[in-house]
């Protein structure tokens, strides 16, 4: 699945420029690890405004949930929006149809197990290029509140994602975040697309066009925190050789 990532970790003219959008006068602070468990805004261009970069809080909250307790407790569960269900479930299926987004992260992370040991890897374009995760987003309003929500869409992995990602939850199986082909970024904000012709933009990014190296840890006391440094190459000996691209 996809809870960690990286994103705006550059000049704000870097994205305007790669992915054709404003990003106006909004704050911004370099997120350089963001646990999708905390709902930071992740930067996004929906297929309402594909000429803007907006900031959406993380855990799609449907608008048809009514009570902040149940909205609280439905974003933890809608992180990630697995493909084969898009269509079917309650909490996806009307986003999916009208309200697609591209996600803009500079890259993502996920863990290896080895002998009940995890070690984080650092996933990006090979190229070194931000990247654009296929999203869908809703906006949830309560009284005076409006939030504008996202969820980030999963596939089935490459074989070299499927070789990081090798201890899923059993009912989650080996994913990894759908990463949006450049030429595939206006078809996927096209929402008079039909459902079978959205599934059939969706697949694994090629693996080739990706390189990955181990990081320092993303959770407990050795986590050095929102820094640059925990985007930096860390060698594990227990991994020798198997590391990534970098090493």
């Not at 350089?32 to 297929?47: A, K, Q, R």
């Not at 855990?59 to 697995?82: H, Q, Y």
């Not at 450049?182 to 990014?205: H, R």
């Not at 840890?217 to 050795?222: A, P, Q, S, T, W």
Request: glycine fraction near 6%; hydrophobic fraction near 35%.
């Amino acid at each position: 699945m996809c809870y960690d990532v990286a994103y705006l970790t550059r000049k704000i003219e870097y994205y305007e420029k790669r992915f054709g959008a404003e990003y106006g006068d909004v704050p911004f602070a370099p997120m350089y690890h963001s646990n999708g468990f905390d709902h930071m805004e992740l930067p996004v261009i929906t297929n309402e405004a594909s000429n803007l970069i907006q900031l959406f809080s993380w855990g799609l909250i449907p608008a048809w949930v009514k009570d902040p307790e149940k909205a609280n407790s439905i974003r933890n569960a809608t992180l990630n929006a697995r493909d084969n269900t898009l269509f079917e479930k309650p909490s996806f299926k009307k986003s999916a149809s009208s309200r697609r987004c591209l996600v803009l992260v500079d890259g993502f992370y996920d863990h290896h197990w080895k002998e009940n040991m995890s070690f984080p890897f650092f996933i990006q374009n090979k190229s070194g290029h931000a990247m654009a995760l296929g999203g869908i987003w809703d906006t949830w309003h309560h009284g005076d509140l409006v939030r504008n929500t996202v969820s980030v869409v999963t596939t089935d992995p490459n074989p070299r994602m499927a070789w990081i990602h090798n201890r899923p939850k059993a009912s989650e199986g080996q994913r990894m975040p759908y990463i949006v082909r450049e030429e595939s970024y206006q078809d996927w904000l096209d929402t008079s697309l039909m459902p079978s012709e959205v599934m059939g933009l969706i697949c694994a990014y090629p693996e080739e066009l990706l390189k990955d190296y181990t990081v320092d840890r993303l959770r407990g006391k050795l986590y050095p925190g929102n820094i640059p440094k925990i985007m930096e190459p860390r060698n594990y000996p227990e991994l020798s050789s198997q590391q990534g691209s970098l090493f």
